[in-house]
């Protein structure tokens, strides 16, 4: 977590100034001295959030819509969930089966991150039920202490007789001659290399932050992945830790297949999507950072390998490369005439973008209140050229992740967060910010319904998954992919480390406009970035302030003529959308002597679901294939809805 971040409720002075820069001094000084901050500057500095109540507004810098009073609703917060087992129970016998040793564990993460990758898959507690599909995942501990003998007994017969096994943290339960090795070593870790050669598994990971991941810093408490190595392996292992233990090793067994991991993947992939990750990523942003996909995608592969029917879903699409989301800030007061400069030429290019309005109502530290009647027009012809209209919040504070949750019953124009200092904040609740800025943007601009949320310098408070949902926002671009470290969407949950999924979903940041050099020269390494998370199908998410036209400008024609050719354009709400549609789906795959028979499951209505499929398989073309169209190894259901089967010839 980013340090400094307990909640003071003070009253500022003289003298909490004074302290705040002596320890912005000492937090940054020590933090870049041990180079472990991958985050900037700024977000090392303790915040303050003051709601005593003794700080009040001036009126007369507060604007005021005359007759515009709201929201009138009350926000209720969900109470805290958990996300069942039985959720993921069902699923034909082509799936992954993930067989959960221990349910206190990083399951949710697991299952989150199959579901990202499109890989369909079951979980369950009973190996009996695991042991009838092909392929099956053992998580997050294979030993004696959490497998009954029968189990393992079982376990070692579905191995030989053809089975594949993906076995995470296999530490006991007299398996060492089935995984291939003589004993391990409990440790903790900070890299692994994947041993290119040592398995075709591995051929996709071409690129040298592919082949060598991050796993945390052994100088930081906290950030050091505790894991197991295993020794004397009986084959090359697929790759090996910092210190050269060998980390995933595979042997085949009989006629099947046994891996064994010695890192609990689910707790990397907890680490990413919560946000814990700053001392593992190798910068903040900006840079490709593919540790978790990485993990993802071997485990992708070990399943593929076994399942001779994997059908799985494709992650972008009409099967492009590459989702591309072009979002602007608008968080300055001169910044709604230049954003229709940038409307403009995106329209003309074809595409359409996400602007994250500021609400600014109150005349504070930050900036004169530009919220009012005289900028609406600039903003409502955002609308008109076909762009998506978000929140960027009201009050646009550092201090955002130190507001307490609210009451609810936030309104216009009574709620007044009010800016005194860069990181000091007087009046603001998590739910004010949400409430009233959706509120202002629906009722003063007319715009359509907001679900699209990023707040001020990307600050998230805790219960921020909660508030999204309860408030009605359903897409989230607050975090870096390179935090998150993935360069995919993902599913927030409660408290961003619960154990209950929020109906919200976070689409990270991969590209910002105000770190390093100007855009204007970043052409050349944005578009090699964009290269590199194409060739899985990730989302490259680019941000850009409108505070100024010439190289920021330049830089986005530049960019969108380098990828449009590969890539899928769409603005947060509508990519979201489809994205939430395809979290949905289920795949299933029944074997009729040379067909296979494609079951899909689509709940709700989307264009362009694309599914992958093996090798050699043909799609048999009657009158109700004809919204199909098969691309090699993948096939587009140009509308889908509801059942769809699906027939190929397999040769």
Known sequence: MVP???????????????FLIVWQSITMSVSWAYGTQVVPPDHVTSRVSD????????????????????????????EERKTAITEYSHGTDNCLAVLLTEEVSSWLSLAKGLKTFGVPFIITKDYKQAFQHKVVAVYPTVSGKVLSQAALVALREFISKGGTIIGFNVIGGGLNDVFGFNGVVCSSFTGLKLNIGASPLLTSFTDEREQTISLGDMRIVGARLGGYGYKSPDNRPIAVFQDGTSAIIQKTFGRGKAYAWGIDVGDMLSRGYSGRAEAIARSYINEFEPTNDVLLRLIKEMYVNGEKNAVTLGTVPFNKALSVMLTHDVDYGKSEDNAIMYADAERNSGVQAT???????????????????????????????????????????YAF?????????????????????????????????????????????????????????????????????????????????????????????????????AK????????????????????????????KISKYGGIYVVLIHPNVLDHKLEFEKQFISGVKDYAWFSTVKDFGGWWAARNKV????????????????????MAGLTIKIPPRWVLRQSATETNCIQENESVIIRKAEGRISLVFIAK
Do not use: C
């Not at 400094?4 to 004074?18: A, D, E, G, I, W």
């Not at 130190?402 to 936030?410: D, R, T, V």
């Not at 795959?589 to 067909?595: L, N």
């Open 4 to 18: 400094s971040k307990k909640s003071v409720l003070v009253k500022p002075s003289y003298f909490v100034l004074v």
């Open 51 to 78: 709601n005593s109540g003794d700080f009040k507004v001036d009126e007369k810098n507060v604007y005021i819509f005359p007759g515009f009073s709201g929201p009138s609703d009350e926000t209720l917060i969900p």
């Open 355 to 397: 602007y994250f309005l500021q609400t600014k109502y109150i005349k504070d530290w930050n900036d004169d209140a530009f919220f009012d009647v005289n900028h609406i027009k600039p903003l409502k012809k955002l609308q008109e050229l076909g762009m998506e209209l978000g929140s960027h919040s009201v009050a646009h504070a």
């Open 401 to 501: 992740s130190e507001f307490p949750l609210g009451s609810g019953k936030e309104r216009y124009p009574s709620y007044q967060p009010f800016v005194s200092g860069r990181y000091i904040a007087h009046n603001g609740t998590l739910l004010g910010e949400l409430r009233v800025s959706k509120y202002l943007i629906e009722k003063v601009l007319e715009a359509p319904l907001v679900v699209s949320f990023r707040p001020g310098h990307l600050s998230d408070p805790k219960k921020m998954p909660q508030a999204l949902e309860a408030v009605g926002y359903l897409y989230s671009s607050t975090a870096t992919a390179n935090v998150s470290l993935t360069h995919l969407p993902y599913q927030l949950t409660d408290g961003y480390t619960g154990d209950g999924l």
């Open 504 to 531: 919200v979903f976070e689409f990270p940041l991969t590209l910002e406009d105000e770190l390093g050099e100007k855009m204007g020269s970043r052409v050349a390494p944005a578009l090699e970035l964009a290269k």
């Open 586 to 605: 289920t795949v299933g795959v029944a074997q009729q002597g040379s067909e296979r028979v494609v079951t899909l499951e689509v709940p709700e209505p």
